[in-house]
């Protein structure tokens, strides 16, 4: 038997997990981290934690596989996106990684779209306007206010390189993480110079771009006494990690509609070709998938779930501690109890702004409507109702470029909440299917890049069409369709009217 690891690099998890030739999980670890958040704009996170996190979790799942490590013949990763290390000439980081939630890089998200228009970036690069959270403002950023680490900064890599440059020494990126940098060309697939000339920064200080599952050496001797690792295992690149995911639960072909709801609310559709938006509302990205593309937007979502859990849910906490059942579950059972539509109230879930459709990077997390017949679950289900509100409008802009959606497959955590999984079904009208793998689809994804990457799969497609299996199925509830069809017109109208609030307290 052969084995394959993958790893999801993700924004408050590191998830670990060992798959066979049959795509089945033999052991998984997940691995929390908490963020460094000083200021409502900065998120931040020590690299070494997340080398730290991925050494942890893979100890668990190599103890609870009990395999032959010689049998492990090779590693990929699903990446979050947009998180940036700086590092000097010796590879040491040189400042903290600034997480792709972080906004501090407003003015010089300004000065880039003042520079360049939104029309010529969403022509290159794929992304409908200039945001904050792009790696280019933070390079700018950096330019600004850290000018002595910008002139010590030798590479500039993302997390995804940064891991496989821990694991083998080399440079390495891929583009569907790339493509959201606003540096690179998503029709030329090469780096985009005049964005770079902007910058000051040259193409030797990034890595070189490859395809998804290409082969990119072996673990580095050390490194693999280090991590108890073959030293003949193979790297094989990654992708970022809601293309993983969607590869995981078989969306691989055009016709095909994913949402996952980890601690960001993701959406892909496939597409063959470069897609864009008319309206300039749904980014079109690269994919881990050679030659394929999709539409595909991100907004908060689990985040403000967890912060949810982490801030307010004490009690449930302590249950989850004494019974062995999570704080989740406990939460889930008091959302239950609440209608459909909480009873006016209404959440806003923007921790750190909002994705397309409704881009504004200044956008807040907000309760409105609150009243004394509210109690804590009627708050719980309202953070799930926000969070359905959000997929809603990205499926009505994915439906306005004339793409059908039939069903959506969920993915990651929230996909584990059967009551979260039938709240989306009820709002956006539309089946939602949870499939066998849902819970480890992005490390699935990982390890399908990996196995291809070393010849144990022929392609991607068909290892994830034959590995992807429907479990439950979601079907829209008509009575809680007008709950819900009023509680949109009140997102977009409180969304609406709070936009020039946002901008003016930011």
Known sequence: MRYLLGVDLGTTAIKVALFGENGTALATSTQEHKLITPSEVIVEQEPEVYWNCFKDGLIEVLEKAAVDSSEIIALSVSAQGETII?????????????????????????????KFGN??????????????????????????HEPEIYAKTAKYLLLEDYFFYRLGGSFYGEGSLWCSTIMWDITTKQYWKEMLDELGVTSDQLP??????????????????????????????GGLDQSCGAIGVGNVCEGIFSESTGAALAVCA??????????????????????MYMIHSFSSGGIAYRWLRDTLCSEELSLAERSGMSAYEFMNMQAELVPAGSEGLLALPHFQGSGAPDSDQRASCMLYGLALRHTKGHIIRSFMEGVAMVLVRMVEAVQAMGIEIKEIRS????????????????????????????????????????????GVWRSIPD????FAKKEKYFVPNEKNRKAYGELLNRYKTVFQVMKPVFKELS
């Not at 972080?102 to 003015?107: E, G, I, L, T």
């Not at 029309?119 to 950023?141: D, F, L, Y």
């Not at 039938?422 to 689809?441: C, F, H, L, R, Y």
């Open 411 to 454: 993915l990651s955590g929230g996909a584990k909440s059967n009551l979260w999984c039938q709240i989306k079904a009820d709002a956006v009208g539309s089946p939602v299917v949870t499939m066998t793998n849902t819970e480890d689809a992005a490390c699935l994804g990982a390890a399908i890049l990996a196995g291809v990457g070393a």
């Open 119 to 144: 029309e010529k970036i969403h022509a290159v690069t794929g992304q409908v306007e200039m945001m904050a959270m792009w790696p280019a403002a933070k390079i700018k950023w950096l330019k600004n």
């Open 463 to 466: 290892a994830a069409t034959e």
């Open 208 to 237: 070189q771009i490859v395809e998804s599952s290409t082969p990119i050496g072996t673990i580095l001797s050390d490194v693999a006494k280090e991590l108890g690792l073959s030293p003949s295992l193979k790297l094989v690149m």
């Open 270 to 291: 496939m597409a063959g070709k470069p897609v864009f938006d008319p309206n300039r509302q749904m980014p079109c990205f690269y994919t881990a998938i050679p030659g």
């Open 86 to 114: 700086f590092l000097d000439q010796n590879g040491k980081p040189l400042y903290n990684a600034i997480v792709w939630m972080d906004n501090r890089a407003q003015a010089e998200s300004d000065e880039l779209t003042d």
